[in-house]
């Protein structure tokens, strides 16, 4: 059993806003249609529905390094203001050596030089276009939040595609276990992308609407940008922090895309969770799902959620809502989940509805899709996040209530 660690209230920037408290509004508006962007991809082609940002981002700081400066970045740097507080706190009490960075993504700033390989498509030469490999490294994200804030503990990306922002989460967590640092701003950032939009569309795993997670009907996915960040903690150093209480993760190498169909890697990941956290399946009262509407990942997701949990714990996907944001998923969906914890941003204790309603396919074994009436029924909220990515790779999150006597030792 693990011991657990804290995080801070989230920053959180999707198409449902820019803090937790207009996600989690969103969310619980049970009548309201997701409010995804439907556009051409590419101009001219199928019109797809995205969880695009489309408002205007803060500006960067003034003398970034110019490799730092893709709207990947930017979109995370405009999230973390929501937590420059604890982010500030937390350096000056431990010092800028013992804080830690970790981040997830998969896009980083690849598009930033879309248009220089255009010019040599079209028969232009490298030398007329300035080309800046910088832009486009993984490791980008996490140079970023190190270089703005001045940190200089241990910083890196996890890129293991729809599982990176939960593999972040759960880095961090061992990064403190593990006396590495006192504190950890982690998360996952992911941009829209043509080539991940092309590649999607390629495999054919597109929905024609809003993506519809185990409904009879449903045709795949939409992709979404986010940016979802914490400060994580040895100990509850803010008032308002939860405790990540397990993580457990697993690697099933079934298909470089496609799900291992019995789900085999997926209920091991929630295995290991509970154990880490010293519960039972009884214990839990939501799931976030990871449920993209594919036909393969909700029969994989259903069978372990069914094998694990039986069909009696409310569980709901919310992609619908915020588009499928690929590594910035499992951070994100980590966050709508400190959410539904939290009795401040959740004072009654409602749990959002699965969206559509009514179209659950009765093929898919039964699992406790929730209703427009669902609440959390536990006095003790805990909950799962879930996250599944190509290559096999499995996450799950739990996040929950301190036990009765834990209190936090404010900054």
């Known amino acids: 059993m693990d011991t657990p660690v804290y995080l801070?209230?989230?920053?959180?920037?999707?198409?449902?806003?820019?803090?937790?408290?207009?996600?989690?509004?969103?969310l619980l508006g049970c009548d309201a249609a997701p409010p995804l962007v439907f556009s051409e991809s590419p101009p001219g082609g199928r019109r797809y529905a995205f969880g695009a940002v489309t408002r205007a981002l803060r500006a960067f700081p003034a003398h970034l390094p110019a490799p730092l400066c893709s709207r990947n970045n930017r979109l995370l740097w405009h999230a973390l203001q929501q937590i420059e507080p604890q982010i500030a706190a937390v350096k000056a009490r431990f010092g800028k050596h013992r804080v830690a960075v970790v981040m997830g993504t998969s896009t980083t700033g690849g598009d930033e030089n879309k248009a220089v390989f255009r010019h040599v498509a079209e028969g232009g030469s490298w030398a007329e276009q300035p080309f800046d490999y910088?832009?486009?490294l993984m490791a980008s994200p996490a140079e970023f939040v190190a270089e703005v804030y001045d940190l200089c503990g241990p910083a890196y990306v996890v890129s293991t595609a729809c599982t990176s922002g939960a593999r972040a989460l759960i880095s961090?967590?061992?990064?403190?276990?593990?006396?590495?640092?006192?504190a950890v701003v982690c998360g996952g950032a992911d941009t829209l992308s043509a080539l991940t939009v092309h590649g999607f569309a390629s495999l054919e795993v597109l929905s024609a609407g809003v993506a519809r997670p185990f409904a009879r009907m449903r045709d795949g996915i939409n992709i979404g940008e986010a940016a979802a960040a914490f400060v994580m903690t040895r100990e509850p150093l803010f008032s308002d922090g939860l405790p990540l209480l397990g993580c457990g993760a697993s690697?099933?190498?079934?298909?470089?895309?496609?799900?291992?169909?019995?789900?085999l890697g997926a209920v091991l990941a929630f295995q290991t969770a509970l154990s880490?956290?010293?519960?039972?399946?009884?214990?839990?009262?939501w799931i976030n799902l990871h449920g993209t509407g594919t036909q393969q990942n909700d029969a994989m997701e259903s069978a372990a959620v069914a094998a694990v949990f039986?069909?009696?714990t409310p569980c709901t996907s919310t992609k619908p809502f915020t588009g499928h944001t690929?590594?910035?998923a499992g951070a994100l969906e980590a966050a709508l989940l400190w959410g539904m914890v939290s009795r401040s941003l959740n004072a009654s204790g409602r749990l959002p509805p699965q969206w559509p309603q009514g179209e659950a396919d009765e093929a898919l074994p039964p699992i406790g899709l929730t209703g427009r009436n669902s609440r959390w029924l536990q006095h003790r909220r805990i909950g799962a996040s879930a996250s599944f990515a190509f290559g096999g790779s499995n996450a799950v999150l739990?996040?929950?209530e301190p036990a009765e006597g834990s209190a936090p030792n404010p900054l």
């Open 8 to 26: 801070s209230l989230p920053a959180v920037t999707s198409v449902l806003g820019d803090d937790l408290a207009a996600h989690i509004d969103a």
């Open 134 to 136: 910088g832009r486009q």
């Open 172 to 182: 961090a967590a061992r990064l403190l276990r593990a006396g590495f640092c006192d």
């Open 251 to 263: 690697g099933d190498a079934y298909h470089m895309s496609s799900p291992r169909p019995d789900g």
């Open 276 to 285: 880490r956290a010293g519960l039972s399946a009884a214990d839990i009262g």
């Open 310 to 312: 039986g069909s009696g």
């Open 326 to 328: 690929l590594a910035a």
């Open 398 to 400: 739990i996040i929950g």
